[in-house]
C-alpha cells in the first residue's frame, strides 16, 4: 500500500494524527504504528521523529510531496509536515 492510500485510509478510519506534537505523544504513548513526513520537514523535526521512531520501532516514511501537498492529501487548509498512522 503507497503512503497516499494509506493516509486517506487512516484519515476515513479517523486513525490519523496530525502535527508535531500530536504524533510525538502518540509515538511516547505506544499509539503509531508509522510516521510519514513531508519532504521539505525541517532537519530537526526530521531527526526527533526519527528517533523517536527508533525507540519504539515505528517506521519513518518520507512523502514524496511537500507540506502543502500532505496538508492538501489530509484535508487540511494548511501545510501538514508530520502525520502518525494510530494502532
Request: hydrophobic share 40%; charged share 30%.
Amino acid at each position: 500500500m503507497g503512503i497516499r492510500s494509506e493516509v486517506k485510509s487512516a484519515l476515513e478510519k479517523g486513525k490519523l494524527l496530525i502535527g508535531f506534537n500530536s504524533v510525538r505523544k502518540g509515538l511516547m504513548a505506544g499509539k503509531v504504528k508509522k510516521v510519514i513526513l513531508a519532504k521539505n520537514c525541517p532537519l530537526e523535526i526530521r531527526e526527533r521523529m526519527l528517533h523517536y521512531g527508533e525507540i519504539g520501532g515505528v517506521p519513518v516514511e518520507v512523502f514524496r510531496g511537500d507540506s502543502t501537498s500532505l496538508g492538501v492529501l489530509c484535508k487540511k487548509s494548511f501545510n501538514v509536515l508530520v502525520v502518525g498512522i494510530r494502532k
